[in-house]
Every structure is written in C-alpha cells, then in structure tokens.
C-alpha cells in the first residue's frame, strides 16, 4: 500500500515562505494525482493544489498566485511552495493521491507575528 510522508512546515510570520514536502514511497506518475489539503484549526481538510498526472494543475481560489504545487517525478516528490502566507493558512497540511491510502501525520505550519 503506498503512502506519503509531509514536511517542511513551520513557523513563519505573515508575508513569509514556505516549501512543503511530499514524499510518496513509490513512483508518483503512478498516481492520478498527487493534492495538497489544509485543515485549520476546528475546521474540515480542505483542496489547495493538485496536480494530475497529465493536465494542468489546479488551485484552490485562496491559493492562487501565492502557492505553487510542483511535481518532481525522479524524487518521487512533491512541493507546495507558499508565498505572501497569512495568518488563516495557519494549519496542518496533508498530501495524498489515492483515496485508498491512509492520511499521514501532515505537517504543522503556524503563520504568526
């Protein structure tokens, strides 16, 4: 059963970057996709980015123009670049890319003055 490992996150003051890491234990061409989720504090997990295996990327409208989702096949890796962070992305953050596969530990950003 695949699986994915998140990290990078942090603490981070408002208008600052972030790089998230998602570490998939196969191939991630093998996947449809590989997405990024946010849950905020008391709040569902949400869509931020996904990146299919053929076709454009998609972003959630918060997410536009601040984060960019990367693929990188030979890594087996992808990225969440985050820019202009405000507070209300504060969060944990997952990755996955198949409903079958069980939601990791996530990774903790906090964006805080």
């Known amino acids: 059963q695949g699986r994915f490992v998140e990290s990078g996150g942090g603490l981070v003051e408002p208008g600052g970057s972030l790089r998230l890491s998602c570490a998939a234990s196969?191939?991630?061409?093998?996947?449809?996709?590989v997405a990024w989720y946010h849950q905020a504090p008391g709040k569902q997990r949400d869509l931020v980015a996904q990146?299919?295996?053929?076709?454009?990327?998609i972003y959630a409208d918060s997410a536009k123009g601040r984060f960019t989702i990367i693929r990188d096949v030979a890594a087996n890796t992808v990225y969440l670049q985050m820019h202009s962070l405000k507070p209300n992305d504060t969060g944990v953050y997952y990755c996955n890319g198949d409903p079958a596969v069980p939601w990791g530990q996530g990774t903790q950003v906090t964006v805080s003055s």
């Open positions: 196969g191939s991630i061409f093998s996947f449809y996709y």
């Open positions: 990146t299919p295996r053929y076709g454009s990327n």
